[in-house]
């Protein structure tokens, strides 16, 4: 299903990035540099990603929010042994169950340094 805005989209992201911080102990986002605008290379299909120092491009309709959290967070924290890739998708999924989701691909078109 897509997402009827980018502002829908966003909210997602971001709740589900600060439950998987939450879940590490760790309170605020702010240090991660999360940020999400619209794309104006792309169009109003795709979202503009900052993670940290870099910049990438996601399609809005065929990238689900927590997994998309899921994925730049992991670029940016520590490996935690007691971790997996499913436990950390999960906790994402889980805080944006509330959202109806479409397919789970990721699509970046190429990174940038911000």
């Known amino acids: 299903m897509k997402h009827p805005s980018l502002k829908d989209f966003s909210a997602a992201f971001d709740r589900a990035a600060r439950d998987l911080l939450a879940a ?15 794309c104006p290379i792309h169009g ?3 979202v503009r990603v900052t993670y940290g120092v870099l910049r990438d491009h996601f ?18 924290l520590p490996a935690d042994a007691s971790d ?8 994402a999924r889980m805080s944006v169950a509330s959202v109806a989701v479409g ?9 940038e340094y911000v």
Do not use: K, Y
């Open 103 to 111: 397919g789970h691909a990721i699509v970046p078109s190429g990174r």
């Open 59 to 76: 399609s809005i309709n065929r990238s689900d929010p927590a997994d998309l959290a899921a994925e730049l967070l992991a670029t940016m």
């Open 84 to 91: 997996t890739v499913a436990e950390t998708l999960h906790v």
């Open 44 to 46: 109003p299909a795709c």
């Open 24 to 38: 590490r102990g760790i309170t605020s986002i702010d240090n991660f540099n999360l940020q999400l605008e619209s």
